[in-house]
């Protein structure tokens, strides 16, 4: 069996979270004004990209969608002892940039929200948080590229 059917959550989680942070990549890149200006919301059916309420809805509920599902394996995490987690991060580089990516994006989202904070301030949350992300997208890449390590079974085979 695969360590996908002893993760918790299962093959659902890891298509929650594949779909969440897909969506969250997209409709974040989506905010910034370059699906219009590079032609993808004349795609038909894709108009909708150029509309930025639309895309921060989405923004917002697969970030909520993220969040909901990363505090239910932090929470399983301390239950579980050596569970093969098949979704989410898995090593402190990718905490480090979810970590990142949710301060930032709560200090975005109190901006929204009308909280005053100084001009140099919102330039460095918007460089964190897009750096992070676009950090946190190459190195899940790398992830699902770079071949998966062979189990060691030298010792057990005499």
Known sequence: MSAVSYSPGGRVARWFYGIA???????GFGQMPIFKRYY???IPGLAWTADYYITSD????A????????AWRLALDTRTTGAAWSWGPRTWWGWTLLGLLVISGAAKVLRNAGVFLPPPLIMVLDFTHLGSAMAFMFTGLVALVKPKPKPNLRGLVS
């Open 63 to 70: 970030a909520a969608l993220l969040l909901g599902m990363l």
């Open 40 to 42: 993808l919301a004349d």
């Open 58 to 61: 989405i923004h917002y509920l």
């Open 21 to 27: 942070t897909g969506f969250a990549l997209f409709s």
